[in-house]
């Protein structure tokens, strides 16, 4: 399996057999093999949009593990300010670091960066189309709960349509015998091109816009956060914010069971009252952030294999 120098930009550029593997090396990191494994390497962490989790996740990953960050979190305080073209930008970083982990609002930005890049890039979510560094710690976040992906029902809640993080684990699911749920408003379902890939590919999967309409029991249940910021029309936000509020008798239709994930941050998709109950595990699966982008900087960088 070939990971070294390799750009990480969509989960469609992975097999199954290639996710199984990335689960099981963020598996041994987690248990503490690889324990410094990043040493005397170099991050660019480019961030020309808002992050805590992804940004901070990398950050530590690196430095955790005797690697150094150098990078900006905020694209006002770099030369983009100044006209910069984002491929200049690129050519110049890469004579900075060994691996390049960038967060960009224009869809394809992450592509052409890789396309430029003498590193490897890693995706950490471009405008509304992928984030498959966040799928590849979810799926790893599921595998450590059921101890497997074959066999599970999940269902993914709220802003199906800009949501990167549910583009990205629904394509990947597709790779195994997951049965898939899609709950939305009917102006925010998961994109007509995702919907058909499934559809071409045999996945199992049902479109509902309530809660109640689930039939059976759930897994995993991953909500998402209405992305306010992607909408052209406020009013056409303002039309569908709040239209999910989990708490537990919504937990309760779902079969009492099901483990709730969210990508975070969380605005009021989810009642603090579910925090503290069992089926919670989305502080968990932020935390997972760290061992999964470790195995993914060592592997793309040569240093864990
Ligand atoms: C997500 C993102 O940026 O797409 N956050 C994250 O990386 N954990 C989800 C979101 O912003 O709603």
Known sequence: MEFNQRSIISI??????????????????????????????????????????????FDAAMVSMGGRVVGFADAGVSSTKKGESLADTIRTVTGYCDVIAMRHPVEGAARLASEVAGVPVINAGDGANQHPTQTFLDLFTIHEEFGRLDGLKVGMLGDLKYGRTVHSLAKALSLFEVEQVFISPPSLRMPEGIIEELRQGGTAFQEVEEIDQVQGALDV??????????????????????????????????????????????????????????????????????????ALLGLVTGTIS
């Open 12 to 57: 469609r550029d992975f097999s199954r057999e290639e996710i199984e593997f990335v689960v099981g090396k963020a598996l041994e990191v987690k248990q503490g093999r690889w324990h410094d494994a990043l040493s005397g390497k170099v991050l660019a962490s480019l961030f020309f949009e808002p992050s805590t989790r992804t940004r901070l996740s």
């Open 221 to 294: 249940l991953y909500v998402t956060r209405i992305q306010k910021e992607r909408f052209a029309d406020f009013q056409e936000y303002e039309r569908v914010a709040g239209a999910y509020r989990l708490g537990h008798r919504e937990l309760s239709a779902l079969g009492g069971q099901c483990r709730v994930m969210h990508p975070l941050p969380r605005v009021d998709e989810i009642k603090p009252e579910v925090d503290s109950g069992g089926n919670a595990i989305y502080f968990r699966q932020a935390h997972n952030g760290i061992p999964t982008r470790q």
